[in-house]
């Protein structure tokens, strides 16, 4: 009877596992550039409670998965979203703990259940991931924070739970575009250790105080703005200043966009009519860039057409074809679906994206097998359930490295193209221009990265 039980544990275990593995592998192709940062910070083993900030819904907690698997991660999820088929399902293989929050329940809540299981977790050596937010908001900046992980600390530390708080920073380039990048930084753990002699006399107080100091460090490690139009301004800048790097990758960005934060906030205090101004360029600014980079390689250090790359395009071109054939069907359907059923919250785009494309995608790859099965026979059916995921993925990096200019592209010398150039110098002098006057005004007062 015990060798059954151990037997059937082992299986849950090992699903959970390739599960997990499973989740990752959406993660990876969904985008293009996933960094972790601050590991070596980490404890060595949980417990550990993990305070992400929370702008990408059931996105945010899978990308958890990419810190060292010894932690164990158990995640809050609000309970509603366990009545949403194939998304409940996936929140229970991920062991999610549901909680009832305050504005969504009828009457009085009772969170002691909730906090009763997120503690007997941490005392059986796992972890928690709670979001402080309390919800997901697709905004450029974060919500103010819930006491719910404070809370859990101490009820922890009460049942003398040796448990660590580690902010976790997630930062997306474009949080609901397929093939984009996106940064995680965990901090350094918290010291505690004052907070927790504080609880024994002033529990509400050490509470608040704990809240706080997760507020603090999360904002260290997130990138964030007032609005849209100052998170595309920056963006702006930061091309600006670093005319070398435009093909850098999110992680080397991220970390210059990080320095120009606060400059802007000490600019934008001391001086808003400039900073109003200069919100009106980003936009045409892109187009022009987006232009140029269509038609001049010399600005995106990509040499004329070589025969190697043309070999390479040709050769891949049947394949990739093939491949898009293979997957268009699912893509498009996926699309649909979530542009029909997605609500103005735009923090859930890409959780739907993800969680009916698993289903979509694997659902036609069985079907297409079926009919390749009916069409040519078993041998052909195996090949293809072999050779489809490597096709996909063969697909997808193609049509980037197409895109991005890997075939390389001949100078253009049309009329239309010297246009172009000449209205993209004049947009980027003007910039300069009012970028200079903003940081002669108050050079003794704020410090701009170097030009």
Same mark, same amino acid.
């Given at each position: 009877?015990?060798?059954?039980?151990?037997?059937?544990?082992?299986?849950?275990?090992?699903?959970?596992?390739?599960?997990? %593995?499973?989740?990752? $592998?959406?993660?990876?192709?969904?985008?293009?550039?996933?960094?972790?940062?601050?590991?070596?910070?980490?404890?060595?083993?949980?417990?550990?409670?993990?305070?992400? *900030?929370?702008? *990408?819904?059931?996105?945010d907690p899978?990308?958890?998965?990419?810190?060292?698997?010894?932690?164990?991660? &158990?995640?809050?999820?609000?309970?509603?979203?366990? +009545?949403?088929?194939?998304l409940g399902w996936i929140l229970r293989k991920m062991q999610a703990i549901p909680v009832v929050r305050r504005?969504?329940?009828?009457?009085?809540?009772?969170? *002691?259940?909730?906090?009763?299981a997120c503690v007997d977790a941490l005392a059986a050596g796992g972890s928690i991931s709670i979001f402080p937010e309390g919800v997901s908001r697709p905004q450029p900046y974060m919500a103010d924070m819930r006491t719910?992980?404070? &809370? $859990?600390?101490? !009820?922890?530390? #009460? &049942?003398n739970i040796d448990v660590k708080i580690v902010p976790v920073g997630l930062n997306y380039e474009h949080g609901s575009?397929? +093939?984009?990048? /996106? /940064?995680?930084?965990?901090? %350094?753990?918290?010291?505690?250790?004052? $907070?927790?002699?504080?609880?024994?006399?002033?529990?509400?107080?050490a509470v608040r105080e704990l809240t706080d100091k997760i507020k603090k460090s999360l904002e260290k490690h997130v990138f964030q703005t007032e609005n849209y139009r100052d998170r595309d301004l920056?963006?702006?800048?930061?091309?600006?200043?670093?005319?070398?790097?435009?093909?850098?990758?999110?992680? #080397?960005?991220?970390?210059?966009?990080? %320095?120009?934060? *606060?400059?802007?906030?000490?600019?934008?205090d001391s001086c808003a009519d400039g900073i109003e101004s200069l919100r009106e360029a980003p936009i045409r600014y892109a187009q022009l860039t987006k232009s140029l980079e269509r038609m001049e390689p010399s600005r995106t250090g990509m040499d004329p057409v070589s025969p190697t790359r043309l070999f390479l395009a040709l050769a891949g071109f049947p394949l990739a074809t093939v491949g898009w054939l293979l997957n268009i069907l699912p893509y498009q359907l996926c699309n649909l679906i979530v542009k029909h059923i997605k609500?103005?919250? #735009?923090?859930?785009?890409?959780?739907?994206?993800?969680?009916?494309? !698993? $289903?979509?995608?694997?659902?036609?790859?069985?079907?297409?097998?079926?009919?390749?099965?009916?069409?040519?026979?078993g041998i052909a059916s195996i090949l293809f359930a072999a050779l489809i995921i490597p096709l996909s993925y063969f697909t997808v990096r193609y049509y980037e490295w197409v895109h991005e200019g890997g075939v390389g592209r001949s100078m253009s010398s049309s009329k239309l193209a010297r246009t172009l150039s000449n209205r993209f110098l004049k947009q980027q002098k003007v910039l300069h221009a009012r970028i200079h006057a903003l940081v002669d005004e108050l050079a003794t007062k704020i410090d701009l990265p170097a030009d």
């Open positions: 009877m015990v060798d059954g039980s151990l037997e059937k544990h082992s299986f849950w275990k090992d699903s959970l596992t390739m599960f997990i %593995q499973f989740l990752k $592998l959406a993660m990876k192709i969904f985008f293009r550039e996933i960094t972790v940062r601050g590991v070596d910070d980490l404890p060595e083993s949980g417990p550990v409670i993990f305070t992400p *900030n929370h702008p *990408n819904a059931l996105i899978i990308l958890l998965f990419f810190l060292p698997p010894v932690y164990k991660i &158990r995640f809050v999820a609000k309970a509603p979203l366990f +009545r949403i088929p194939l504005f969504e329940a009828d009457g009085k809540v009772d969170y *002691n259940t909730f906090f009763s719910g992980a404070a &809370r $859990l600390f101490f !009820m922890a530390h #009460e &049942r575009i397929f +093939r984009s990048s /996106v /940064v995680i930084w965990a901090g %350094q753990p918290l010291d505690t250790e004052p $907070l927790e002699k504080k609880h024994q006399d002033f529990p509400q107080i920056m963006l702006l800048l930061e091309r600006i200043y670093n005319p070398d790097k435009n093909s850098a990758a999110w992680s #080397e960005r991220f970390e210059r966009l990080k %320095q120009f934060e *606060n400059s802007l906030n000490v600019i934008k609500k103005s919250d #735009e923090a859930v785009t890409a959780t739907y994206k993800v969680t009916y494309s !698993m $289903l979509l995608f694997p659902l036609t790859y069985v079907l297409e097998a079926v009919l390749v099965y009916i069409w040519f026979g």
